[in-house]
């Protein structure tokens, strides 16, 4: 029964995506901030999550200031991440994505509706230009998520922290919220195309402060990033709820 719901899920997936993103590219014209495509981007992965059996338990321990922006870090290991940060994180907000994303039809479609931030990482200008755009975007009031490892890990061990989101931080002098998920490599692998039912854990960390910190700060800021996420990926599962 639970391989019939994991077969089910991709066509579901296939329909909600189209339907969402055709809403999303309407709504884009009516709301050209993006933030009601925001809105269905959420509707969207509680909806899939829900089809596939996925529950997603949030424990917020961060006091988050209405009216700050904040860069939010998390662990990658699954597709199942996006949905789960989309759902959890108490706020709009807006993902920094690899620039390929954008060409795929439908889902890239409404992630240029929603004004994600695009990264192409093969062209460094280009890719400048993009964090710049992102650190103005920030300042005028806008929170992104950030997997600053860069790509899914392979192996289920957290990979090393790009610069780039740090430095992304540092410059619009926004605090970072760590964030640890577990669970969700073990419902999507890396490579499967089929969402398993189960729990998946969504533990958001207290603000790491950014302000007055300048680049000979930033290793030990990456450190102290990683450590949190680090922390909270460890914890036993009945901690959270």
Known sequence: M?????LLTIPFL????????LAGLLMRLRDPTGDWVLDVTRWWSRWVTRFAGVRINVDNRANLAPDQPYVFMANHASTVDIWALLVGIPRRVRMIAKKQL??????????WAGRFIFIDRQNAVAARRSIDEAGRRIQGGVSVVIFPE??????????????????????????????????????????????KSGQVFVTIGAPIPTTGLTID?????????????????????????
Do not use: C, Y
């Open 14 to 21: 296939a329909i909600v995506t189209i339907l969402g993103s």
């Open 102 to 111: 954008a060409s795929i039809p439908f889902l890239g479609w409404v992630m």
């Open 150 to 195: 860069g790509t899914r890990t392979r192996d289920g061990q957290m990979g090393p922290f790009k610069k780039g989101g740090f430095h992304l931080a540092m410059e619009a002098g926004v605090p970072i919220v760590p964030i640890g998920l577990r669970g969700t490599r073990a419902l999507m692998p890396p490579g499967s195309p089929l969402v």
């Open 217 to 241: 700060d930033r290793p030990a800021l990456i450190q102290h990033v990683r450590d949190a996420i680090a922390a909270m990926v460890a914890e036993p599962d009945e901690q959270s709820g």
């Open 2 to 6: 639970r391989f019939l719901r994991s």
